[in-house]
């Protein structure tokens, strides 16, 4: 399985950008995609998740803010950002679990960086 991130970059504080991540390769079925985040010096933290039968989950820090959807069609998650803040600057990951050829599992992106300028 394969994961292609794209959608990161320089934005002002308080803009908005939409991250896309699609995965590819021998998939029988996607279980949950997500995407986490990791900010210099800091540890990868949860940003969101969403199921297959799209349940999703937050992290309070972006509650009200961003919104996580997938197009099970295309094998993609996506997550639209809005209300950025300095704090949300990081390298984002997306991460998959799936069942696919040779049993499947968790799956990370490459990251996208996103920076939030005040």
């Known amino acids: 399985v394969q994961l292609q991130a794209s959608g990161g970059g320089l934005v002002q504080v308080g803009g908005s950008l939409r991250l896309s991540c699609a995965a590819s390769?021998?998939?029988?079925?996607?279980?949950?995609m997500g995407w986490y985040r990791q900010a210099p010096g800091k540890q990868r933290e949860l940003v969101a998740l969403?199921?297959?039968?799209?349940?999703?989950n937050y992290a309070d820090s972006v509650k009200g803010r961003f919104t996580i959807s997938r197009d099970n069609a295309k094998n993609t998650v996506y997550l639209q950002m809005n209300s950025l803040k300095p704090e949300d600057t990081a390298v984002y990951y997306c991460?998959?679990?799936?069942?696919?050829?040779?049993?499947?599992?968790?799956?990370w992106g490459q990251g996208t960086l996103v920076t939030v300028s005040s």
């Open positions: 969403i199921n297959r039968d799209t349940e999703t």
């Open positions: 991460h998959v679990v799936a069942l696919a050829r040779g049993g499947g599992g968790g799956y």
């Open positions: 390769g021998s998939i029988f079925s996607i279980v949950r």
